[in-house]
């Protein structure tokens, strides 16, 4: 009978020679791993669709309105939509990054799917009632007590337009930070 000490010796060994011819996933080899935040594409793409889109905003408003908003800068609603723009970028940059079949890019497209719904429906319906709410309070008399209530957020959701437009910025963003990171990489 073998002993401990021979037992555990021998099973050292054999981990260590099946660890080392073992191939590991690719997930796991990859240098993306190890890069720093600030060289991640995918939320780099997120980041700059984010703040492209509420940028534009600014100029949308003035276009529309003749008047520079800059509320608009950290504000929801308008256009683009600046959440559709994100997480498109998102999605995209991680189909484009580690390609459409993984499990990552199903995750981001499932949620750029769930927040488009919100923006055009759920949060498109809210800002329409909160304007409703806000008329009627408006028409009360003084002495009501709702009267002087503060009003209600109107511009929340989007429109079509808003959302489409906020996809395709979001979609060129990420194209474009993947073919610049692409380019710097093989320079």
């Known amino acids: 009978m073998r002993s401990v000490s021979e037992i555990a010796t021998a099973s050292s060994s054999w981990l260590s020679t099946t660890h080392n011819s073992v191939p590991t996933s690719p997930s796991f080899t990859s240098s993306s791993s190890s890069r720093p935040v600030y060289m991640n594409y995918v939320l780099i793409s997120a980041i700059a669709a984010f703040a492209l889109a509420q940028s534009i905003k600014v100029f949308t408003t003035w276009?529309?309105?003749?008047?520079?908003?800059?509320k608009q800068l950290i504000g929801s609603g308008g256009m683009p939509s600046s959440h559709c723009a994100t997480v498109t970028a998102l999605a995209v940059a991680v189909g484009l990054q580690d390609g459409v079949g993984g499990s990552s890019f199903a995750t981001a497209l499932v949620i750029a799917c769930i927040v488009t719904y919100d923006a055009t429906g759920i949060r498109l319906q809210a800002g329409r009632?909160?304007?409703?709410?806000?008329?009627i309070v408006y028409e009360l008399p003084a002495e009501h007590p709702l009267a002087e209530s503060r009003p209600l957020r109107e511009l929340l959701g989007h429109t079509p337009p808003q959302v489409i437009a906020g996809w395709l910025l979001g979609t060129m963003t990420a194209t474009i930070i993947h073919l610049i990171s692409y380019s710097g990489s093989t320079a």
Not at 63 to 70: G, P, Q, T
Not at 129 to 135: D, F, Y
Request: aromatic content about 14%; hydrophobic content about 35%.
């Open 129 to 135: 009632q909160a304007e409703v709410l806000n008329q």
């Open 63 to 70: 276009y529309r309105e003749h008047r520079w908003d800059l």
